[in-house]
Structure formats: C-alpha cells, structure tokens
C-alpha cells in the first residue's frame, strides 16, 4: 500500500493494485472565499498538477460533499465516466453534476476485490452539528494488504471508536486540523452565539485515538490548507511529543509526501 497525501483530506491511495483518489479538492490557492475571514482558501497550492493527480486513477471515493472534499474544479477535471463510490446520500447529486458510473455505498460493497465498508463519522457536535450534514469514512480490505481506516471529517466519538472494535484496522487515516468556525464571522448567518468547537479531531482527540487503537498506524491529513483549521503540523507534532509518542506511531506527511506500508 501507498498513501500519498495531496492536500488537505485529498488522498492518492495504490490499494491492491488500485488506484484510489479520495475527497478530490482541487481548488487553485486562495480562489475561494474565506471561512474566517483570515485568508482565501485554499491556504495553499496544489503541490502536483491536476493531470498528474488524475494520473492512473481507477476509483474516487468520496466521504461527502463538503467543497473542500469534492468542489467544481473536481468534477471538471474528473472523466464523467470514472467510477465513483460515496454515501448514499450524495448519489444523486453527484449524477447530477454529470458522472454516469457512481455507486452507493449502504454499507459494505466489493469493488475489484476490494471490500469496502462505509463507516459512521460525526462532523461536530452540539447546536452546530446539523449544519454540518451527513457524512461518512470508509474501511478498506484486501487480500495481501494492511487494512485501512479512512475515518473522515469526524471528531472523536463512540462511532469513531465502535469502528475500530470492529474492524481492528492495521492503518487509520484521521482528520486532524482541529478545524473551527468563530461565533464572529457566523459562517450559515443563523446567530451563532457561541463558536463551534472542533468540528474534525484537534491535538487531544488524535490522542485519544492513539490511546483507543495504540497498535495502528495514524496518519494524520486535512492540516494546512483551510483557514479555519486550528492545529499546525508542527502544534501537533510538539504537543504528541509531550505525550511521549514516538514520530512513527502518529506520522503527519506534508503535502504531497508518499507514505508506503
């Protein structure tokens, strides 16, 4: 296996011989409006061409519609054709933005002797939550392969964890920018009188998922590249080695860096 982060919760994955893009967000640097009102975002470029992105690709998997995990510039570029895997939910849509081969994944499908199974995923929690809507993760088997938990856009809960007792994943890919949005800036303008608070994992929710599935390998994406993320690569990096965890056991890849397994 090889994971290659491309940016933010974009992911180039080589899976039992498959190539795997998953949450395409190819957005040009600060082309889009801000969430905060700090900075345009993307934050940063995309560190490869789309051309070279799209290079090889046999299956894109979508966790859910959020723009930063499947936005326009995506859905131009992809080939209408490509096969598309994604939570119910957004089947229809997706057809609608023109792709003809797009699957839904209830819970568990096969897929080129690739089993894939839909994982529950929480965006937040409290009086923010329902505006954040549904979305998922996925878990992925093979023959011959370490397995893989893509977990998503999700805080750390009892979802997150009653995954792990069931699939025991070998290799768990966690969201981890900690992002937030401010009661000042009222993003949804519904009168936010208080902040969001973490709406995907922050530095104590990484860590509490190491503490949950110590003998995973975590690799922690979607740091860097929005403004409204409040974790750094290097915050995290710092404060896990507070903890006493070793760089191996949590690995937090730049932008465009491969990781093999």
Aim: charged share 25%; aromatic share 8%.
């Amino acid at each position: 296996m090889e994971v290659q982060l491309i940016r933010n919760a974009t992911l180039k994955i080589r899976y039992a011989g498959k190539n795997i893009l998953v949450d395409p967000y190819f957005a040009a640097k600060e082309s889009l409006r801000s969430l905060t009102g700090k900075s345009k975002n993307p934050t940063v470029a995309l560190p490869l061409s789309i051309d070279e992105i799209l290079d090889g690709v046999d299956l894109v998997l979508i966790t859910h519609l959020h723009p930063d995990h499947f936005d326009d510039e995506a859905k131009k570029h992809l080939d209408k054709n490509i096969e598309i895997v994604c939570q119910p939910e957004d089947v229809e849509q997706i057809k609608a933005s023109g792709f003809k081969n797009v699957t839904s994944a209830e819970n568990s499908i096969l897929w080129q002797e690739i089993e894939i199974n839909r994982t529950p995923a929480q965006h937040g929690e409290g009086f923010f939550l329902p505006f954040m809507g549904k979305v998922s993760g996925y878990f992925l088997k093979a023959k011959g392969e370490k397995s893989l938990y893509i977990i998503g856009d999700s805080i750390w809960y009892e979802g997150v964890a009653e995954t792990i007792d069931e699939f025991h994943p070998d290799i768990i890919i966690a969201n981890a920018g900690g992002n937030e949005f401010k009661k000042e800036y009222d993003l949804f303008q519904v009168g936010m009188t208080e902040d969001s608070g973490a709406i995907v994992m922050n530095e104590e929710q990484v860590f509490k998922l190491y503490e949950y599935s110590p003998k995973s390998q975590i690799i922690t994406v979607h740091i860097g590249a929005l403004d409204h993320d409040t974790v750094t690569r290097s915050g995290l990096r710092s404060f896990l080695d507070s903890k006493g965890i070793a760089s191996d056991k949590i690995l937090i890849p730049e932008d465009g860096e491969k990781l093999s397994f």
